[in-house]
């Protein structure tokens, strides 16, 4: 990957976006993908852009090969290197890695990791293993039943993975390579993993190249007072860094804001372990704890910190701080008990702020009172959201369904609009998470997967990071990531899952877990897991145009089960989904959303019945929902010519209707080629016609919408009706169903049902009608007007507000 980012650059080329990345494994689309980096430059440029993507994917294949090799090579001994030539190796590879990094400043730098997904995660209790030295270990070999102790003797680096040298007791060094220990691909490793660390590394898998560690649980950090180690004599004394800085000098930089967040709680951990009795220290981690999203540790250091208060000034911000980390856990009942213990004068205004917060929170949750206007103007304010909002559980329970695993039901009738579930992502990355914090850097990273040959961008990377992290930093969190499914072929039941998949979080099973002083419940997380959970669960929605595209894992509403067609509108706004019912359910109905993009919102061609099952086999299953069961009707040969169609004409006269769409006169020449495109998209929506079977026992025919809408917009300059009924059509496709006394009702009376596909679709088709009207018809225009509004508020919410926040986007 380097030598094509190298090579590219040379040739003033711009390196591929996360959006581009898969498309590097795919030979077929190598050509179009050389054509959009290269951009204007000249054939010759576009040529060798052309050849730099081939020799990429032959360097892979050979990556691979070596790979391969490697994994299934005889079982050798370890050739124990000798100590001075391995930190020379490994003071090199830093100094390289750093001033690669230097040499980018400024520029987008991508990473390639590789994931291995051979290897798992050890579960076993170290209680239940036998120690052994450097020197006895074999490779390509998973030591099972042992574990090694070892201690870093070389400033780490970090190529996404952690590298270090690391020697044991014996004096025996080796290579080390941590997967998924850092939190952030730019998070400083000295920080996370200080020079001196000594590590215990259960069941440890050996390659050629050094000790793997597939998963941040196979380590535990030892302490000096540690019983084992407390009593090790190491061969060689370990050389003092010549940087070490006096405690007064660590906490200067400690309480300097522009140093980055990681360097600080490392300069921290060093105060504490001179000085463990130091409120300051204690206090200032839980800040810089916040910064870094690790919420617990802000918890347990806050009370650490309490317990070591002088005054009442102390208390009071040690129970603020404590208070604040169980809000942003959303431990509502223990962040109100907290803030009463705040008594210090010039943090009562703190004090309000977090209870009628607290009082927000609970209104939402118990109520379901949400403000969505407001939500929507938020949503608005960042590319990259994430709302302070909380879960709401409506009429609604879990339960296995015979042949489809769990599924949510109604508990009750309800009616289109009614509030069903509101759930804020339990873990959400969006690619600029991978930025340095105040800098220009800009990372993004991929990951090669050998046994799926698929490339994953920065979003999916990271949040099977941040997630793992996150469990073990919260650990009543795994309930609600691994007790989800991993794979169609997994177990329906986990180890975390026995008695239903928990509707709620038990505030005080969380509590319990966090207040254990320092000794969190041991999770054993294995990154491949989580990994396999985003795979199948995961959410990725971009809030706005030219929003970044996240990955987000939400742990109910990856439960409901999948439909082409659904029956709960879901609208994401940043990290929260709210669904709402969009047909009438009846009690023990099965609510269905659609995990394929495209058939619930936007304003291009839905995907087709042969893309639609493409996305969902990696679910392991053929859905057979009343889209899917239309198109069967229709046959092979029709849905093939049908897609032909959509891939290759419509693109053409799409285009052209935006040209004219945009000008701003119409003279002979616009009128000539409106007449033209009017006559070519008629003829083009006959011949998309011919293709639906009328067999069909009704208008469901969601690629027909956006051509219609489109023809409806064409057509409105010169016949007003026609453009009407065609708006109309583009209703019918996505699924909506006209009363026939529509003309004369209002509200909810024009409709029968409302449009289950592309709601944005069809709101701007309802407004189209009330523009269209409005010369012709006023009170069928202000008719439609408050019909709009109604569909609107069933498919979205957020009443009058929230429409006319929407509406003026």
């Known amino acids: ?91 090199k590879e830093r100094e390289r890695v750093l001033r690669d990094r230097e040499a980018g400043v400024g520029f987008i730098r991508q990473s390639q990791v590789f994931d291995n997904n051979v290897i798992p995660a050890s579960k076993t209790p170290i209680e239940d293993l036998e120690y052994m030295q450097l020197k006895d270990l074999q490779f390509p070999h998973r030591h099972s039943g042992k574990f090694v102790i070892v201690r870093v003797i070389s400033n780490p680096n970090t190529l996404f993975d952690l590298h270090a040298i690391v020697d044991d007791k014996e004096g025996n060094g080796i290579p080390l390579t941590l997967s998924h220990y850092t939190p952030s691909p730019t ?105 870094v999203h690790k919420l617990g540790s802000a918890y347990r250091t806050s009370a650490e910190a309490l317990k070591l208060a002088r005054d009442n000034q102390q208390k009071s ?19 109100e008990n907290l803030i009463k213990g705040v008594q210090d004068p010039e943090l009562q205004g703190e004090v309000r702020r977090v209870n009628e ?176 959970v985003l795979k199948y669960n995961a959410f990725g929605h971009a809030s706005i145009a030219g929003a970044e595209t996240p990955c987000m894992l939400h742990s109910l509403p990856a439960i409901i089960n999948h439909s082409c067609v659904p029956n709960v509108a879901s609208i994401h706004l940043g990290d929260v989904i709210m669904s709402r019912a969009l047909t009438p359910l009846r009690k023990g109905q ?91 998209l008629e003829e083009f929506v006959a011949s998309l016609e011919s293709t639906f079977s009328d067999k069909r026992p009704y208008e469901l025919k969601p690629e027909l919408a956006i051509v219609r809408r489109t023809l409806a917009q064409l057509t409105s300059r010169r016949d007003v009706q026609k453009a009407i009924e065609n708006e109309l059509l583009s209703l019918s496709g996505l699924g909506a169903i006209l009363n026939e006394t529509h003309d004369k009702s209002s509200d909810r009376k024009k409709f029968k049902q409302l449009p289950r596909l592309q709601p944005d679709s069809a709101i701007l088709s309802m407004l189209d009608i009330v523009e269209l009207l409005k010369g012709v018809d006023e009170e069928g225009s202000k008719s439609w007007f408050e019909s709009t509004k109604w569909a609107h508020d069933v498919l979205v919410g957020g009443g009058e507000a929230g429409f006319y926040a929407r509406i003026n986007q």
């Open 1 to 91: 990957m380097d030598d094509l980012l190298k090579s590219l650059n040379a040739l003033g080329v711009d390196p591929p976006t996360d959006s581009q990345i898969p498309d590097l494994l795919n030979p077929e689309e190598h050509a179009t993908l050389a054509k959009v980096l290269a951009g204007s430059a000249d054939d010759l440029i576009q040529g060798a852009v052309l050849s730099l993507l081939e020799n990429y994917l032959r360097s892979l294949k050979k990556i691979e090969d070596d790979h391969n090799k490697s994994i299934n090579a005889p079982v050798k001994n370890v050739k124990i290197v000798p100590r001075k030539a391995l930190l020379i190796r490994g003071a």
């Open 187 to 291: 998070a400083p490793s000295d920080a996370i993993l200080p020079y001196g660390s000594t590590l215990l590394i259960k069941e440890p898998y050996v390659t050629k190249n050094g000790i793997f560690v597939p998963a941040k649980s196979d380590t535990r950090l030892l302490s000096d007072s540690d019983n084992l180690i407390n009593d090790v004599q190491w061969f060689y004394p370990l050389e003092q860094p010549s940087d070490n800085k006096e405690v007064d000098q660590l906490m200067a930089q400690a309480n300097n804001d522009d140093n980055d967040l990681w360097d600080i709680i490392h300069d921290l951990n060093q105060v504490l372990s001179v000085n463990p009795l130091s409120y300051e220290a204690k206090i200032r981690l839980s800040d810089v704890y916040f910064g």
């Open 590 to 680: 099965e609510l269905l959303h659609s995990y394929v993009p495209g058939t619930g919102g936007g304003s291009s061609v839905p995907p087709s019945q042969q893309e639609r099952r493409g996305e969902l086999r990696k679910h392991g299953f053929t859905c057979q929902c009343e889209l899917c069961s239309l198109d069967d009707i229709d046959g092979e040969e029709k849905l093939k010519e049908r897609g032909l169609m959509l891939a290759d004409v419509w693109p053409r006269l799409a285009d052209r209707a935006r040209v004219l769409e945009r000008a701003k006169t119409e003279d002979e020449k616009f009128n000539a080629e409106l007449d033209r495109l009017l006559k070519e």
């Open 357 to 532: 917060l607290i009082k927000k929170r609970r209104l939402e949750r118990d109520e379901g009172e949400f403000d969505v206007t407001e939500l929507f103007k938020e949503k608005q304010r960042y590319i990259a959201p994430r709302l302070d909002v909380a879960d709401y559980i409506g009429p609604i329970e879990v339960k296995d369904i015979d042949g489809r695993g769990r599924g949510v039901l109604a508990t009750q009738d309800v009616e289109p609009g009614t509030l069903m579930l509101v759930g804020k992502a339990v873990g959400t990355a969006y690619p600029s998470d991978a930025d340095r914090r105040n800098s220009k850097e800009h990372t993004t990273i991929m990951e090669l997967n050998y046994s799926h040959k698929t490339l994953h961008g920065t979003a999916q990377v990271l949040a099977r990071t941040r997630i793992s992290h996150a469990i073990e930093d919260m650990p009543f969190l795994a309930k609600r990531v691994l007790g989800l499914c991993g794979s169609p072929t997994e177990p329906l039941l986990t180890e975390y899952l026995r008695e239903g998949f928990p509707l709620t979080v038990d505030e005080d099973e969380a509590v319990e877990m966090l207040d254990k002083e320092g000794k969190l419940p041991v999770i054993d997380v294995d990154p491949r897991r989580v990994g396999s």
């Open 317 to 335: 911000r040690a129970f603020l701080n404590q208070a604040r980390a169980a809000y942003d856990m959303r431990l509502f009942k223990e962040a």
